[in-house]
């Protein structure tokens, strides 16, 4: 991104977080780390791929610079790879290009390389150079006479690692919502865990059960609303995967999913219109029927300059919302066609 756009969008971003800490002017705030820093220490702040650039992402928001670099050793080296096997149909997890330097022959480990062929077979190379003479032997031995009768097997890291494949699904659905809501999404108190769960790749602070799979599905990347059974939620679908977030009102919404089915039908997911462009201006809501799914407090001063997002059953275009004078409220409030909903906030 040219320094010109990124000032530019930094700009936003920076006065979005003063409508929630007026104390933190001309700054950025990381949304993965909360780490603040000036915009004058532009150098910190990176361009992020939202899914990585080497799996062909294009859409990019911003972190910190020990973010950024911390997700790319990290779940983002999974995560690209099992992209790209998604991206051709005619791969595999075999496919996967991060190997490890073996395989196993009848037990025995033998340094070389392999890898499957269009047809479907697979080829093995041994390296002479890099095995012991005791381990060519044996593989001469093997290979000496006849056609050997053996078992051989391999180890796939890829799937040794598909945790971290999971955590790059759910940073790049948390960076998503972020690159289009900005501080109205990432400022909100109960995304705590997954914020910890995403800086912290290797620990287990959050059960998986927040992928699910639509077989036929092959989405490029999205953001919305889906319904869920009785539940509305925050959501990112890429190819067949979807990953749901927790509501505003449902913090501990993932222990619902623990007899969840993995694979759901496109029929169950509802995905509803958010804008297209990032809202990176007054704060927002989000509310669902009367579910409040998106729900931050701004300070005091931008309290008035509030907009609310509202989602109907019957439509998937958005109604806006504006701050109005109570006695406005009160007189529209006993209109015949008026439908008045009480909505609990919680706490901040």
């Not at 001469?140 to 180890?155: A, E, L, W």
């Not at 919502?177 to 865990?193: I, K, P, T």
């Not at 990347?221 to 990112?236: E, K, Q, R």
């Not at 509803?272 to 407090?297: A, C, Q, S, W």
């Amino acid at each position: 991104m040219k320094s010109k756009l990124k000032k530019h969008i930094l700009r936003m971003l920076s006065e979005n977080l003063e409508m929630f800490y007026p104390e933190h002017k001309n700054s950025f705030m990381c949304p993965t780390c909360m780490k603040v820093i000036p915009l004058v220490d532009l150098g910190k702040i990176s361009e992020a791929h939202i899914v990585p650039k080497a799996a062909g992402g294009r859409l990019k928001t911003f972190i910190c610079h020990d973010c950024n670099s911390k997700f790319g050793s990290k779940q983002d080296k999974w995560f690209g790879d099992i992209i790209n096997i998604a991206n051709d149909p005619n791969l595999s997890v075999f496919s996967s290009a991060i190997k490890d330097g073996y395989f196993i022959i009848d037990g025995i480990k033998i340094n070389g390389a392999w890898e499957q062929e269009q047809d479907g077979n697979f080829s093995f190379y041994i390296h002479i150079d890099r095995n012991s003479p005791q381990t060519n032997e044996l593989i001469n031995n093997k290979f000496g006479g006849k056609p050997p009768n053996i078992k051989m097997s391999v180890p796939m890291p890829i799937l040794r690692n598909k945790r971290l494949v999971d955590i790059g699904f759910l940073t790049a659905a948390y960076l998503m919502w972020f690159g289009l809501l900005g501080y109205s999404w990432s400022l909100q108190s109960h995304l705590d865990r997954i914020r910890e769960q995403i800086t912290n790749p290797d620990k287990e602070i959050v059960d998986s059960n927040f992928l699910l799979t639509a077989k036929s599905a092959n989405w490029e990347p999205w953001i919305g609303l889906v319904s869920l059974f009785d539940d509305t939620v925050p959501a990112f679908g890429l190819k067949s995967h979807l990953v749901v977030l927790p509501p505003r009102d449902r913090p501990n919404y993932y222990e619902s999913l623990r007899t969840f089915e993995a694979d759901v039908n496109l029929s169950d997911i509802k995905p509803l219109k958010l804008p297209d462009k990032p809202f990176y201006g007054p704060p927002l809501n989000i509310i669902f029927e009367n579910r409040l799914i998106v729900h931050t407090k701004p300070s005091k001063n931008a309290e008035k300059l509030s907009h609310t997002i509202l989602y109907t059953n019957d439509s998937d275009e958005a109604k806006i919302l504006r701050p109005i004078e109570k006695e406005n409220f009160d007189r529209l409030k006993k209109m015949e066609n008026a439908k008045y909903v009480s909505i609990k906030v919680p706490n901040a």
